[in-house]
């Protein structure tokens, strides 16, 4: 006899309909007899091509008008009657090897109240861009937590809990404008109740590089503040306190060569307003080392050599008739 497992699936969206779509129907590609969905999402734009689209996926349409992913996700949690809850934001996909390995741990093992898996960076057109990740297992523990704390941004698409998890930890921050479920994740990781699984669950758009500058500043001071949070609630995971600020570091690392990368591409381009001000941001992340890398042979450096030596083509000549 199949035992069919009911897993509440959220979907926190926001004006993607066409992301939503893919999200969705790679859900409805896992459906099996052994696993039923409820899939509830959360649409935080209240438009109403979106509550269209959910009618023909046999999902629910849950209006929410407080903004964020946080708002979002939390009204799904609250109306979510699965035995299990998963997540899934509306511009990435589930992968078909996703969910049964998270389910088989849990089963197992009744002392544990989630499960994460692995996630693949992709483009805008869901084509890979480097191999799954994390690489290497983390642990679980207090390895695990120290991972998630020195620059292992597990993402929430791949992570299968158990209904009653809100009941332990609460709901998302929802002052967090971002790094909300990274804060979630720790919170789980802090009390050994969240294991790693590897295998591939879920493909991750990844923005291209230079063009969401507002996000990754807003970024920056949230991964600080969530940081801080953690770190200081469990400090006898690192040996020293250079160790515990050199995890700070990994935590804002992705954020700082963001900019680099930004100033590198756009005085190519021969914008140097924009290459500066990419510049000016690396400074702020992280000052002493963004000063050794402007004065050392590096990308930091190249940029700003770049903006200071190109020559402005000025305005073009009219030919005179």
Known sequence: MTVQRRISVIVPTFRRPTMLIQALTSICALKAPDLEFEVIVCDN????????????????????????????????????????????????????????????????????????????????????????????????????????????????????????????????????????????????????QLCFVEVPSILFRARAPGTWDPIQRARVRYARRVFRRHALRAPWLWSSPQAMLRSRWQCCEHYYYYFVEAAGSRARAGDRGGALRAILEALHISPMRAAYHLVAPRALRSALVACLTTKDPGPKKQNCA
């Open 45 to 192: 734009g209240c438009d109403g091509e979106i509550r269209v689209i959910c009618d023909a996926h046999e999902a629910k349409y849950l209006p929410v008008v407080k903004r964020g992913a946080a708002a979002a996700r939390n009204a799904g949690l609250r109306v979510a009657t699965g035995e299990f809850v998963a997540f899934l934001d509306d511009d990435d996909v589930w992968l078909p090897g996703h969910l049964r390995p998270h389910l088989a741990m849990l089963e197992e093992r009744p002392d544990l109240e989630a499960v994460v898996g692995q996630f693949v960076i992709c483009d805008a057109e869901l084509a890979p861009q480097d191999p799954p990740s994390p690489a290497i297992n983390p642990g679980h523990g207090d390895d695990l937590l120290r991972a998630l704390l020195s620059g292992y941004f597990s993402q929430l698409g791949t992570l299968v809990a158990r209904s009653s998890i809100t009941s332990k930890i609460g709901f998302q921050d929802e002052t967090l404008e971002a790094g909300e479920d990274w804060d979630w994740t720790l919170r789980l990781a802090r009390r050994h």
